[in-house]
């Protein structure tokens, strides 16, 4: 099983519509979670990081949920720009560093 | 403030060839990590650094790849020989603390392998 699983997509949505990605882990000690931006052809960028019960940064919303090992993104009113792919990622205790495969999103004007 | 710098940006080789990559990490991070990601998939962590000493390799194929930070500071990556199957990118990032802060990305070296 991996460490880390995403749902692929790819979600296409409308400009101002809310998007939800979802990301479960498979090591209960992982200790912090991340979610990272990667444009096409681009390094990956830091979005947002993930330590407790979550945390909110404008228009996006992370969460986390230990119980269900699980952690997610939301995105509202969604621009154009927000068109990207989105890796999760979790680090934990062995000092391991794991992403998912990426959840590619595209805003449709 | 400099980023993290990688070269070459793009290397073509044939299957069987070897290569090098580069990476200077953000002056003063401690931590340097060696991704390889395939299109359509995440990182795949290879090797981590602390300093001039590996953390993690539990995923780096050692019957061909290779990788040193000697000074604690930049460090190579080199396959050889290289298979189709390791064409990817090769990203190096730094952290500068080991437990779980912002990674920062280099712009990757693309490898084609024919």
């Known amino acids: 099983r991996k460490e880390v699983e995403q749902d692929p997509g790819p979600f296409n949505v409308p400009e101002g519509a809310t998007v939800a990605f979802n990301c479960t882990y498979s090591?209960?000690?992982?200790?912090?979670f991340f979610w990272y931006r990667q444009d096409c052809r681009k390094e990956p960028k830091l979005l947002m990081s993930?330590?407790?019960s979550g945390n909110e940064d404008g228009r996006f919303t992370a969460q986390l949920n230990r119980a269900s090992q699980y952690i997610s993104l939301l995105i509202r009113d969604s621009k154009l720009s927000d068109s990207a792919t989105y890796l999760c990622?979790?680090?934990?205790?062995?000092?391991?560093?794991?992403f998912g495969t990426g959840t590619s999103l595209t805003v449709i004007p | 403030e400099a980023g993290v710098a990688q070269s070459p940006r793009y290397k073509i080789i044939e299957k069987r060839q070897s290569v090098a990559f580069w990476c200077n990490p953000i002056?003063?991070?401690?931590?340097l990590y060696w991704y390889q990601q395939i299109l359509g998939q995440g990182p795949k962590l290879l090797i981590q650094?602390?300093?001039?000493?590996?953390?993690?390799d539990s995923q780096l194929p050692k019957d061909r790849f290779s990788a040193e930070r000697l000074k604690g500071v930049d460090s190579t990556l080199k396959i050889q020989p290289a298979k189709l199957e390791d064409s990817a990118v090769y990203l190096c990032?730094?952290?500068?603390?080991?437990?779980?802060?912002?990674?920062?990305f280099g712009p990757g070296t693309r490898l084609t392998v024919l």
């Open positions: 993930v330590y407790s």
């Open positions: 990622a979790a680090f934990n205790t062995g000092n391991q560093f794991y």
């Open positions: 990032a730094s952290s500068s603390l080991w437990t779980a802060v912002e990674q920062f």
């Open positions: 002056s003063g991070h401690a931590t």
């Open positions: 090591n209960s000690a992982s200790q912090s």
């Open positions: 650094f602390q300093n001039n000493g590996v953390v993690d």
